[in-house]
């Protein structure tokens, strides 16, 4: 299960936290307003009133050993790229810092973040899925918790047949289309309707159709 740290509880960090406990996942919330603290703690797993710019303090609470850090900080940008400095330099693998203009994403990107969120571009919910989900690249929603989604086949998928991998028993997604990777010569780049016998090839993009949970627990490797 994925572990997720989201610093910086306004509004959209409130409900990004919300959306991933919703879905499973063990989510530290940290802010530095106790009353904040208060109200979201029976919501997630743990809520830490701290200050984010701590190394130390980050440290203690296991944050230098979670997935996913959400830098959710808004008003306050310098607090929002020192803690972006800090998480990387304590080695968070991936960071997803938020950012109100396009000239502060730059400056984040340059400080170590992996990934920039725009609030005013993406909703939370999105974003919740987004972090889930790294392998689905394109989402249309359709119905509420039901969408089409393009998915990259990841290896684990090389050289299987469509009836070998059995995509909807075992996640109960449909496969609707596929396109050729771009480094495969095939006559047919996208195939409208796969066969049973098809071959899936690494790098192979699979337009599928499921719920979000079923497509969150495809694998990435």
């Known amino acids: 299960m994925d572990k997720f740290a989201v610093i910086g509880l306004g509004r959209f960090g409130k409900q990004l936290a919300r959306a991933l406990t919703q879905t499973g996942a ?32 980050l440290r203690a609470q296991g944050i230098d ?19 972006t400095v800090v998480l990387k330099s304590i080695g968070v693998k991936h960071v997803c810092s938020r950012a109100e203009r396009q000239l502060h994403g730059k400056i984040l990107r340059r400080v170590g973040a992996d990934e920039i969120i725009f609030p005013k571009d993406e909703s939370a919910q999105r974003w919740s899925f987004k972090l889930r989900a790294p392998q689905i690249s394109e989402k249309l929603d359709f119905a509420p918790g039901f969408c089409l989604a393009q998915y990259s086949a990841p290896e684990s998928f090389n050289g299987k047949s469509i009836m070998d991998l059995n995509l909807r028993r075992k996640f109960q997604v449909n496969l609707i289309g596929l396109r050729r990777a771009e ?3 095939l006559a047919q780049n996208f195939v409208n309707v796969p066969m049973p016998e098809t071959l899936i090839r690494t790098g192979d993009l699979l337009w599928l159709i499921g719920s979000d949970d079923s497509l969150a627990k495809l694998p990435n490797k």
């Open 26 to 57: 063990e989510v530290i919330a940290i802010d530095k307003d106790k009353r904040i603290i208060e109200q979201i703690s029976n919501e997630v797993t743990v809520a830490v009133r701290m200050d984010s710019t701590d190394e130390d303090a």
């Open 65 to 83: 050993k979670i997935d996913v850090a959400i830098v959710g900080i808004g008003l306050n940008f310098e607090a929002n790229l020192l803690t």
């Open 183 to 185: 480094d495969v010569e």
